[in-house]
T-cell receptor, first 112, second 118 residues
Framework: KNEVEQSPQNLTAQEGEFITINCSYSVGISALHWLQQHPGGGIVSLFMLSSGKKKHGRLIATINIQEKHSSLHITASHPRDSAVYICAVRVDRGSTLGRLYFGRGTQLTVWP | GAVVSQHPSRVICKSGTSVKIECRSLDFQATTMFWYRQFPKQSLMLMATSNEGSKATYEQGVEKDKFLINHASLTLSTLTVTSAHPEDSSFYIC??????????????FGEGSRLTVL
C-alpha cells in the first residue's frame, strides 16, 4: 500500500469549473507538497504546507493534519491547467530533512 | 525563481551502453541533489540522495554500481546508468536543495530525462 493516496486518478472538466484533487496519507509528516507535472515531464512545486491553507492565484491548498488529508482546489479552471498534479509528503528523520513519498498523481484535463 | 537544468531531455541508446544524465542548479548552490525514477503511471521513486563532496546514499533496491552518482560541485550532479538494459527505460528526474535554504524543504526540480534503451 502506498503511503500517499490521491483521488481521483483522472479528472476531466470544462473550462471554468471548480476542481478538487484529494490526497490522503498514512504516516506522520512534517510537510506536504503539491506538484504540477507538465506533459513533457518537468515538475513545478506549487505549494508546501504543514498546516492550514495557502492560496496562489487560482490555486488553493488545504491540509488537515489530524485527518491526514489535503486538498488542492483550482478555481475557474483553464485548459492550460491540464497537467498531472502530484501530492508528496515529507517524513522527517530525526534532525535532518527526511525523504519524500509521492502519490501516483491525478491527470487533469480541462476542455475549452 | 531557482532553476534546475537537466540534460539530455531525451536519450535513446543500445542495450549494454552507458548513459550520463546531468543535473545543474543554474542560479543557486545545491548541497544536496535527489535523483528519482518514474515509470509510466507510477509515482516518483527516490533512487538516491547526492551530497556534494561525498558518496551518494542509495535507497533500498537501487544498485549503486549500476546507477553511478557523482556530485563533484555545488552546481552539478550526474547520474550514469551503466550497461543499460531495456528495463532501465524510464523517466529520470532530479531535484536540488538550495545551500542557503537547507531546512525549508523547498523543492526545485529539473525538467527530467526520458531514457529509452533498445
Amino acid at each position: 500500500k502506498n503511503e500517499v493516496e490521491q483521488s481521483p486518478q483522472n479528472l476531466t472538466a470544462q473550462e471554468g469549473e471548480f476542481i478538487t484533487i484529494n490526497c490522503s496519507y498514512s504516516v506522520g509528516i512534517s510537510a506536504l507538497h503539491w506538484l504540477q507535472q507538465h506533459p513533457g515531464g518537468g515538475i513545478v512545486s506549487l505549494f508546501m504546507l504543514s498546516s492550514g491553507k495557502k492560496k496562489h492565484g487560482r490555486l488553493i491548498a488545504t491540509i488537515n493534519i489530524q485527518e491526514k488529508h489535503s486538498s488542492l482546489h483550482i478555481t475557474a479552471s483553464h485548459p492550460r491547467d491540464s497537467a498531472v498534479y502530484i501530492c508528496a509528503v515529507r517524513v522527517d528523520r530525526g534532525s535532518t530533512l527526511g525523504r519524500l513519498y509521492f502519490g501516483r498523481g491525478t491527470q487533469l484535463t480541462v476542455w475549452p | 525563481g531557482a532553476v534546475v537544468s537537466q540534460h539530455p531531455s531525451r536519450v535513446i541508446c543500445k542495450s549494454g551502453t552507458s548513459v550520463k544524465i546531468e543535473c545543474r542548479s543554474l542560479d543557486f548552490q545545491a548541497t544536496t541533489m535527489f535523483w528519482y525514477r518514474q515509470f509510466p503511471k507510477q509515482s516518483l521513486m527516490l533512487m538516491a540522495t547526492s551530497n556534494e563532496g561525498s558518496k551518494a546514499t542509495y535507497e533500498q533496491g537501487v544498485e549503486k554500481d549500476k546507477f553511478l552518482i557523482n556530485h563533484a560541485s555545488l552546481t552539478l550532479s550526474t547520474l550514469t546508468v551503466t550497461s543499460a538494459h531495456p528495463e532501465d527505460s524510464s523517466f529520470y528526474i532530479c531535484s536540488a536543495r538550495d545551500k542557503l535554504l537547507p531546512y525549508t524543504g523547498e523543492l526545485f526540480f529539473g525538467e527530467g530525462s526520458r531514457l529509452t534503451v533498445l
